[in-house]
């Protein structure tokens, strides 16, 4: 199994409250991503970073923030948390963009958020 | 619009049996397609990576198939197992505006009973 790790794995929080969430990977890969699960729905991308301090917007990435100061870990930041941010978040790691070769995606196991 | 459409949303089939899953997408241009296994409460997990050119590709009792003219997937399980229970998701990878990109299906949800 790929070296993700992600915390914390379950958290309920109110409305308007900050959260962060953690995924620390061991692989040395140079790209990170983070998305959201919803029944119904594809897993639908947040944000992404292609390497330290390098990162930039998915397609869901509103009311989101990310950071990555260091290879190893991305921080996924609700400022002010919104019912609508309920969800399960996934991060994943690849050692290629996908651009010039298939590149495997590995997934953590999962951070479900309650927001209340 | 670039989508990715799963069926059926659920299945139920008796231990033993076959079954087959399908994923027809209109992302184009199309680079790849793969297919994952995600256990309840846990992440998904990679079975196949289809390029446009493959048309066939099994992993043990997992075999997908891709008709990229059709833009069609299957992923077929032969004699199914209790443990097979899980969701599946099809996954294509397409360009737009020169970025590259992952469209998710909303996934199979298959439950094996004894």
């Known amino acids: 199994d790929a070296g993700i790790t992600q915390s914390p794995r379950h958290k309920v929080t109110e409305t308007g409250t900050p959260v962060t969430l953690r995924c620390h990977q061991t692989?040395?890969?140079?790209?990170m991503y983070w998305y959201r699960q919803d029944p119904g729905h594809g897993l639908r991308l947040i944000h992404y970073?292609?390497?330290?301090?390098?990162?930039d917007k998915g397609e869901v990435s509103d009311g989101y923030s990310v950071s990555r100061s260091k290879t190893e870990d991305f921080l996924l930041t609700l400022e002010s948390a919104t019912s609508s941010q309920t969800s399960v978040y996934f991060c994943?790691?690849?050692?290629?963009?996908?651009?010039?070769?298939?590149?495997?995606?590995?997934f953590g196991e999962g951070s479900r958020l309650t927001v209340l | 619009k670039n989508q990715v459409e799963q069926s059926p949303q659920s299945l139920i089939i008796l231990e033993g049996k076959n079954c087959t899953l399908q994923c027809n997408y209109t992302v184009s241009p199309f680079s790849n397609l793969r297919w994952y296994k995600q256990d309840t409460g846990r992440g998904p997990v990679s079975l196949t990576i289809?390029?446009?050119?493959?048309n066939t590709k099994s992993n043990g009792r997992y075999t997908a198939t891709l008709d990229a003219d059709t833009k069609q997937s299957s992923l077929h399980i032969t004699a199914s197992q209790l443990s097979d229970s899980a969701s599946y998701i099809c996954v294509v990878r397409g360009f737009s505006g020169g970025y590259n990109k992952l469209i998710f299906g909303a996934g199979t949800r298959l439950a094996v009973h004894p």
């Open positions: 289809m390029t446009f050119s493959e």
């Open positions: 970073s292609y390497g330290v301090k390098d990162t």
């Open positions: 994943a790691i690849s050692d290629t963009s996908g651009r010039r070769a298939p590149g495997e995606l590995f």
């Open positions: 692989e040395n890969h140079r790209y």
